[in-house]
Nanobody
C-alpha cells in the first residue's frame, strides 16, 4: 500500500520559512519522481516543484528562487524548503509521486503523478 505523509505545515508570517516533509512508503522511492502541488482556496491545484529520481529539479515561476525541493533516499523522504514566504503562498500543499525513469526537470513537470498524500496546510500572514 502506497502512503505519502506530509508534515511541516503551519502558520508563518510573511518573509518567514517553512520546511515541508513527505515520507513515502510502499514505493521504490529511488525510482519515483516526486512533486509538490498546492491548492489555494477557490483556486485550481498547481504544481510547485518537482525532483526526479536523478535529482533534476524544476519549479513554477511563482516560487523560483524561494523554494527548494530535495530528497533523501535513505529516509524515503522528499522535502520542500520554502523561504521568503508570501501571503499568496497560502494553500494546502500535497506531495505526489510517480514511477518514472530519470528525466529532465522540464519533463517531470509534465508527468502524471499517480500517488498522493493528504496534504498539509500552510498559512502565511501579512
Amino acid at each position: 500500500q502506497v502512503q505519502l505523509v506530509e508534515s511541516g505545515g503551519g502558520l508563518v508570517q510573511a518573509g518567514g520559512s517553512l520546511r515541508l516533509s513527505c515520507a513515502a512508503s510502499g514505493i521504490i522511492f529511488s525510482m519515483n519522481a516526486m512533486g509538490w502541488y498546492r491548492q489555494a482556496p477557490g483556486k485550481q491545484r498547481e504544481l510547485v516543484a518537482v525532483i526526479t529520481s536523478g535529482r533534476n529539479t524544476n519549479y513554477a515561476d511563482s516560487v523560483k528562487g524561494r523554494f527548494i525541493i530535495s530528497r533523501d533516499s535513505a529516509k524515503n523522504t522528499a522535502y520542500l524548503q520554502m523561504n521568503s514566504l508570501k501571503p499568496e503562498d497560502t494553500a494546502v500543499y500535497y506531495c505526489a509521486a510517480t514511477t518514472y525513469n530519470d528525466c529532465s526537470g522540464r519533463l517531470a513537470f509534465n508527468l502524471k503523478y499517480d500517488y498522493w498524500g493528504q496534504g498539509t496546510r500552510v498559512t502565511v500572514s501579512s
